[in-house]
């Protein structure tokens, strides 16, 4: 069965940092691009960042490049998303997904609240 | 400013049949864009229905079915159930290593 759990979410104060991360089973991590998307509370689906299965081409929404950085661990299963200088506007439910062209298979989700 | 466009609201009666439509603010989706339809409930993470234009993902009912109409990618749901009652999200694939989702339909069944 094919499982996407994300974790790392919590309470962060504007302009501080967090890190995501996602562990992936069921299927071959490896063979596979991934996605980060989140939604704000109430709001619409965001495509945030994706990342080849080699890590050799990696790509970002403009609301998140320079802030953001996406990686993964092929060895571990595990997917990231390190996000720094975090604002309001980040707030939001982090999923995590497992290559779109090919039948998107999608996390819970983890939530991630920047607040003072 | 919008650039993958979904109506906001659309409602279907018990037995009906829907068709959500995701477009481009300037020019035409085609196959090239990869369209993906997902269904979202409250409180839930949302599930892919169709992916690549029309090829439905596992466990999908064959009620729904994914084309591309007048320019636009389509998502059509025949036979509507009280179930199906959602919010729909289209999303292209815009070049780029770039994709964008449309702003959703939230869809009533009534």
Redesign the interface.
């Known amino acids: 069965e094919v499982q996407l759990v994300e974790s790392g979410g919590g309470l962060v104060k504007p302009g501080g940092s967090l890190g995501l991360s996602c562990a992936v089973s069921g299927f071959t991590f490896s063979s596979y691009a991934m996605?980060w998307?989140r939604q704000a509370p109430g709001k619409?689906?965001?495509?945030v960042s994706?990342i080849s299965s080699t890590s050799s081409?990696?790509?970002y929404?403009d609301s998140v490049k320079g802030r953001f950085t996406i990686s993964r661990d092929n060895a571990k299963n595990s997917l990231y998303l390190q996000m720094n200088s975090l604002r309001a506007e980040d707030t939001a439910v982090y999923?995590c997904l497992r290559e779109?062209?090919?039948?998107?298979?999608?996390?819970?989700?983890t939530l991630v609240t920047v607040s003072s | 400013q919008t650039v993958v466009t979904q109506e906001p609201s659309f409602s279907v009666s018990p037995g009906g049949t829907v068709t959500l439509t995701c477009g481009l603010r300037s020019g035409s989706v085609s196959n090239n864009y990869?369209p993906?339809w997902?269904q979202?409930t409250p409180g839930q993470?949302?599930?892919?229905l169709i992916?690549?234009t029309n090829?439905r993902?596992?466990g999908v009912p064959d009620r729904f079915s994914g084309s591309i109409l007048g320019g636009k990618a389509a998502l059509t749901i025949e036979g509507a159930q009280a179930d199906d009652e959602s919010?729909y999200?289209c999303?292209l694939?815009m070049g780029?290593?770039?994709?964008?989702?449309?702003?959703?339909t939230k869809l009533t069944v009534l």
């Open positions: 996605n998307v619409g689906l965001e495509w994706s081409n990696i790509y929404a999923y779109i062209v090919s039948g998107a298979r999608w996390g819970q989700g | 990869y993906s997902f979202q993470a949302p599930r892919t992916y690549n090829t993902s596992s919010d999200y999303i694939y780029g290593g770039i994709w964008v989702f449309g702003g959703g």
